[in-house]
């Protein structure tokens, strides 16, 4: 019994009392309109992620292009400025609830191929979160590991260290996130000043010491003399560099927590969206500046060695730099808040995973019930995380190829969104130049798969352990009522309301020409298979099935009389055994008697027709439906009748 207590325990810490997905309080959450803010500050939420990348950005960037890193560095500023910020605005406008771009390109497609697409996204989805948190945490381990006032027993031992940060992280979770964007404010206002002094510092050297920019000059001249091979050259590094680019999907995914006009409706939300694209415009500008800077800076004044991989400035560039330059104690003030926006950038991956696979998943019937509960889920990509970790040994070089295919797969899915949505509504100029920006961005992420083919590998392990998931949920929640309300127009609830009082007899009925006679066929058919003489209150019921790739959906239920002889009652559901099902309960609970519901057998045989319900929404459905009945409702003398003749 102890044990049974405490298992209860667990489990109703697990599951219970645990906010949905949807109304988390993580940065991807759907905040209540009193807890919205001003988009400078919204700005800083998604900021953790998208300035923390200076912490290694940097470094991999030199480490990618050498002397060329300056060059290849102003190609991710053009591509940013000109390719990402203009679609991510547009995104902004079209998705201004916080789907971002996965929701505008399912719109695109119904049934099973918007499904798979919803997977295969998310799958990339997945690899740039996760790696953002374990990338992140690698890289506040070099920063610990290379400042001189830590103990040197932590040397060689990044990988178990990176873990702990990780495990912290999903502590935080575990316990409750609390409001982020405070933190988030304090953490990127003193993370971008003392990248602001340290880059400062850094110019004013490369401009005092000519010498060192000459030697910069003669590297880049004698290995890559003419300008336009230097230009080629930099196009082709450039895939490498796509870190740069994170956060784009986290600004659009954080719109709901912006504060717009007292105008506002959730159909128009105009100041929101005007927020939004200030947000993402502020965002890049800054991000611009810094990544110019820096790698000028950090190119020209640290010897190249010390980017290889063991170097003391490898993936810590900046922090090298503000060690060298300004001395131990303002390094490690550096060190402190370079640790912190980086460990907090996992923060809002965690957040962002916790509200994304709930968003679809189990509202799909393509996750169990339980992936709605934030603490099981925290668990789950807490442990993958750590796998991630080891498998890359902690390390933030291996890991960038990874990180930049799932930012690059997630732009292009953007960018080929907003082209769409532009040629649907016939903007010629705009889809052109979407297009463009779509083509150009097909091409980075080809080319960074080919020479990093690290971010396919683990993106195709989310997305096949996702459909594995996928295909056993829909398996396993195949008998679950799949409708979350009921509603009945005036006439249906009269119709209802005129039998209470009476046996009420429904007929599942599958029109086919609805002219008299079929409706007269059936009505004797349905009385000589199940011998009930009296047909004064019988009610055909038709179901017509919309998109049965589709879980979880509302009921309207609309009567008639057809012919003016025979009640029907008309539904649209993407299941027809849980659309009856419900409607039974429905009527049930409102006239307070057991409805009676007659069935022809389907044709066929039983593993057939369940394939074709488990895929289409329709087969077996007389079975399926007492089958759903019998699980909602234990107790027979409380369940409606389902008859099968």
């Known amino acids: 019994m102890r044990v049974d207590r405490r298992a209860g325990r667990l489990r109703g810490w697990l599951l219970g009392g645990t906010e949905r ?61 000109l390719g990402a910020l203009p679609v991510y605005r547009r995104v902004a406008v079209e998705s201004p609830h916080g789907e971002g771009s996965i929701a505008m390109l399912v719109r695109l497609l119904n049934y099973w191929p918007g499904k798979l697409l ?15 948190i374990t990338l992140s945490a690698a890289d506040a381990t070099a920063h610990i590991d290379e400042n001189p006032f830590l103990p040197g027993a932590l040397k060689g031992h990044e990988l178990p260290l990176t873990l702990l940060l990780v495990a912290l992280l999903g502590a935080v979770f575990l316990k409750g996130f609390g409001e982020a964007i405070g933190i ?37 001249t004698t290995g890559h003399g003419d300008p336009l091979l230097v230009v080629g050259l930099s ?29 506002d409706s959730e159909e128009r939300p105009s100041g929101r969206i005007r927020g939004a694209r200030r947000l993402l415009t502020t965002a890049a500008t800054i991000m611009s500046v810094f990544l110019i800077t820096s790698s000028v800076t950090t190119t020209v004044l640290i010897p190249p060695e010390a980017f290889q991989a063991g170097g003391p400035a490898n993936g810590r560039a900046l922090a090298y730099l503000a060690h060298q ?3 131990e104690v303002f390094g490690t003030v550096y060190d402190l808040s370079t640790i912190g926006i980086l460990w907090f950038a996992g923060a809002s991956a965690m957040a962002g995973l916790l509200n994304l696979v709930p968003r679809y998943l189990p509202r799909y019937g393509m996750a169990p019930t ?43 899915s953007a960018a080929t969104a907003v082209t769409l949505a532009a ?21 980075t992420t080809v080319a960074n798969v080919v020479q990093r083919p690290d971010g396919v590998k683990i993106a195709a392990c989310f997305i096949g352990g996702m459909i594995l998931v996928s295909v056993l949920s829909r398996l396993m929640r195949a008998y679950e009522l799949r409708v979350d309300h009921v509603e009945l127009d005036p006439v249906a609830a009269r119709m209802i309301d005129e039998r209470a009082t009476r046996r009420i007899r429904l007929i599942a009925h599958e029109p086919e020409r609805r002219d008299p006679a079929e409706y007269r066929a059936k009505l004797a058919q349905t009385m000589a298979d199940n011998d009930f003489p009296d047909d004064s209150d019988v009610i055909f019921v038709e179901v017509r099935v919309t998109d049965p790739s589709d879980f979880e959906t509302g009921l309207l239920v609309r009567g008639s009389v057809a012919h003016d002889s025979y009640p029907v009652l008309s539904l649209a559901s993407s299941s027809v055994p849980s659309a009856l099902a419900a409607l039974l ?19 066929g045989g039983p593993a057939r027709n369940l394939l074709r319900y488990l895929a289409f929404g329709q087969g077996a459905i007389a079975s399926v439906t007492r089958e759903i009945l019998r699980r909602q409702e234990p107790d027979p003398r409380r369940r409606p009748h389902v008859h099968a003749g």
């Open 235 to 263: 196009l082709l590094v450039f895939p490498k560099l796509a870190l740069g680019l994170s956060g784009f999907e986290t600004g659009v995914a954080v719109m709901p927590h912006i504060r717009g006009d007292r105008r």
């Open 423 to 443: 040629r649907r509504r016939r903007q010629r100029g705009r889809t052109l130049a979407f297009g463009t920006i779509a083509v150009i961005f097909v091409y």
């Open 184 to 220: 988030a404010v304090v953490l990127v206002a003193v993370y971008l000043t003392l990248n602001a002094v340290v880059i400062a510092d850094a110019l004013w050297r490369v401009a005092t010491h000519p010498s060192a920019v000459a030697d910069w000059r003669t590297a880049l």
């Open 325 to 327: 330059h300004l001395g």
């Open 370 to 412: 339980w992936a709605r509960a934030v603490r099981p889920l925290v668990l789950v990509f807490t442990t993958v995380a750590f796998l991630i970790t080891v498998v890359f040994d902690a390390s933030v070089d291996a890991q960038g190829g990874a990180y930049a295919t799932g930012v690059l797969v997630l732009i292009t």
């Open 21 to 81: 997905a949807a109304r988390h309080s993580g940065p991807l959450g759907r905040p209540p309109r009193d807890r919205q803010h001003p988009w400078w500050r919204v700005m800083c939420l998604t900021g953790v992620d998208y300035f923390s990348t200076l912490g290694y950005q940097p470094g991999i960037a030199a480490l990618a292009a050498g002397a060329l890193s300056p060059v290849a560095t102003l190609v991710l500023v053009l591509v940013t400025l």
């Open 118 to 132: 919803v997977l295969v996204l998310l799958g990339f989805a997945a690899t740039d979160f996760i790696i953002t």
């Open 585 to 603: 309960l429905e009527i049930r609970d409102r006239s307070r008697r057991r409805p009676h519901i007659y069935f022809e057998w389907s044709e």
